[in-house]
């Protein structure tokens, strides 16, 4: 026998007592059931005069929308409401699911909250302070140019894995300002990594269930940007003699010979360096953002490092201090005391873009294969692996987060390092052989 009505109502209450919290089901017109749900306790504010409810979903308002009355911030209980259901047992369903999410703490309220308002309000400021001036100013590039001009209206909660594959689409056709040329693969790729920082950040804060960009399918990437590109250690001896007499030759033979990044080289102050025990410590880095240089922390925590020098990096280093003494005083009163080890005739620190600029002209001075600034580093770590230096020594010096990073990166040199294994294993095996 089915059971009444009664029976019905009966145990959906008993369903939502086991939760410790209230609801029912009521009937719509002829043929629409509804559920109404107490999901707990959320801020809210109370107008004094005319007594209407605020929500609270992002910050406190000043005043009263309606009638311009103070506010008074409260706790309030708050009750969800879902309607359109065609039978009692399916709005009995999809209650408890409700109810089973906010026993569980993964209920949102539904909010109206816009992908732009919540990158620009929310996300944007909050992240400012927590990654390095250059890392928030490309978010900020791909937020105003790539992201809200496309999908800046799309509800934040409605938001999906398809809405993102339709955006890099168009990225990946129009994407450019003009709109008559797209965005390579690793820009869209970038813009990618930085909606899905703020979409996971979305689903800490409580904005979101899941991050949709999990269910994304951003290009593939074929190579990187830009091609690594290094020397031999007789053309990075050459290039090194060629240039050691000219202003910035310690620099380059202090980069060459540390794999330090660029602002990482520019960064050191002269307390940071120990030349009697051949010792250089990492503590900040030169970044250009904005059209200035600003001071920022390394790249990454193991960033902040102490690496060793070798005895003719410590010779270069002291004639270093012996030019910029010399400079100090042709200056006089006009010398700016900055305490940095490389800077220009005046005292003040270099600009990394200036020095990017003076490299690639150095190299053709030098009448060198002509490789990027960066790629200095990549030859330090390609001639450090293959003449034998550990992995974790490598990454270590070069400030990586991790060995795997560096042996993903650099695995070009590794099959040198695995051959050479191979010999010494084989070695071994017939040598034991032999003496048997």
């Known amino acids: 026998m089915p059971p009444t009505r009664a029976k019905l109502v009966l145990l959906e209450q008993t369903r939502v007592k086991g939760f410790g919290m209230q609801g029912h089901i009521r009937k719509r017109g002829r043929q629409s059931y509804e559920y109404s749900v107490d999901v707990g306790t959320a801020a809210a504010q109370r107008c004094q005069d005319c007594g209407r409810r605020f929500w609270v979903e992002r910050k406190a308002r000043p005043a009263c929308p309606r009638c311009g009355g103070s506010l008074v911030e409260s706790e309030e209980r708050r009750r969800t409401t879902k309607a359109g259901f065609t039978t009692r047992k399916e709005c009995a369903q999809a209650m408890n699911r409700l109810l089973v999410a906010v026993a569980e703490q993964s209920f949102i309220a539904t909010t109206k909250l816009t992908v732009r308002e919540y990158l620009r309000q929310e996300w944007l400021p909050a992240a400012m302070s927590t990654v390095r001036p250059s890392t928030y100013n490309s978010y900020v590039q791909h937020v105003d140019c790539h992201v809200v001009p496309f999908i800046g209206t799309v509800q934040l909660q409605k938001l999906s894995g398809a809405t993102l594959n339709g955006l890099y689409a168009k990225l990946a056709v129009s994407g450019r300002k003009n709109g008559k040329r797209g965005l390579s ?85 002269w307390e940071d360096v120990d030349l009697q025990a051949g010792r250089l410590a990492v503590r900040r880095a030169l970044i250009p953002t904005g059209g200035e240089v600003v001071v920022s922390e390394p790249k990454t925590a193991k960033g902040r490092r102490v690496i060793a020098l070798d005895d003719t990096t410590v010779g270069v280093l002291r004639t270093e201090a012996a030019h910029q003494l010399g400079e100090q005083a042709e200056c006089g009163d006009a010398w700016l005391d900055s305490g940095y ?5 005046s005292g ?31 030859t330090h770590a390609t001639l450090a692996l293959q003449a034998g230096v550990h992995p974790k020594v490598v990454s270590e010096r070069l400030g990586h987060a ?15 390092m695995q051959e050479e294994a191979a010999a010494l294993i084989a070695g071994l095996v017939f040598a034991v052989s032999r003496v048997t």
């Open 348 to 378: 003040e620190p270099l600009d990394p873009e200036d020095v990017t600029r003076y490299f690639r002209q150095a190299v053709k001075r030098a009448m060198m294969p002509q490789i990027r600034l960066h790629d200095l580093r990549h």
């Open 341 to 345: 080890v490389f800077t220009i005739q």
């Open 402 to 416: 991790t060995v795997a990073i560096t042996l993903d990166t650099y695995s070009h040199a590794i099959p040198a």
């Open 185 to 269: 693969p690793m820009t869209v790729h970038h813009v990618h990594s930085c909606l899905h920082r703020a979409l996971r950040d979305a689903v800490r804060w409580g904005r979101l269930v899941r991050d949709p960009a999990d269910a994304a399918d951003p290009p593939r990437l074929r190579g990187s940007a830009h091609e690594m590109r290094t020397w031999s250690a007789q053309q990075l001896q050459v290039f090194l003699g060629s240039t050691k007499d000219e202003r910035l030759g310690g620099l380059w033979h202090l980069l060459a010979l540390t794999g330090m990044r660029r602002g990482e080289g520019l960064g050191p102050r």
